[in-house]
């Protein structure tokens, strides 16, 4: 077999049914994103979210964590400390660390979308049976899990 072709393995096939299934939820996922101010693009919007999960983060860890460049993410940095979403700071620790703290604006924007993209899967599911929407919520906690878990090389 080829690595082109796909791989003849029940998982395989339940892969590519999760793969189509979840582009309505990327779908919605995504125009709430966009609903919500300030408008920013899907990698602003992953830095952002990241800061907020790990506050104090250096730019390399920041990096890592948003698939980019060094370079790349001092220059996202820069537009979002523009706009006021964002703060560097340096490091207590070592001065020549620059950390990076989310301002109030940038957490106002943050809850703003949680909320919005909370709003636009509560109505959706609204019209999925209760019992469909626990086992979606435990397969997606499963998925969370193990993704979370993948060796470094698995996750690309």
């Known amino acids: 077999m080829s690595r082109a072709e796909p ?3 029940p998982l395989y096939e339940m892969a590519c049914g999760v793969a189509e299934a979840t582009g309505a939820l990327m779908d919605l996922w995504e ?3 966009q609903s919500a101010p300030p408008r920013l693009s899907a990698l602003q919007l992953r830095a952002l979210v990241g800061v907020r999960g790990s506050p104090g983060i250096n730019l390399t860890r ?3 964590e948003i698939a980019a460049t060094a370079p790349a993410t001092s220059r996202l940095c820069d537009r979002l400390e523009a706009a006021g979403l964002l703060r560097r700071d340096r ?19 943050i809850d703003v979308l949680v ?8 109505e959706v599911l609204g019209h999925v049976p209760v019992e469909q929407c626990r086992e979606l919520l435990s397969g997606l906690q499963a998925f969370t899990r193990a993704a979370e878990t993948a060796p470094p090389d698995r996750r690309q």
Do not use: C, K
């Open 7 to 9: 791989p003849e393995d």
């Open 115 to 122: 909320v919005q993209r909370s709003r636009a899967i509560y």
């Open 91 to 109: 490091a207590d620790s070592d001065r020549r660390e620059i950390v990076l703290t989310l301002t109030e604006h940038g957490r106002q924007a």
């Open 31 to 33: 125009r709430a994103a």
């Open 62 to 64: 920041l990096s890592e």
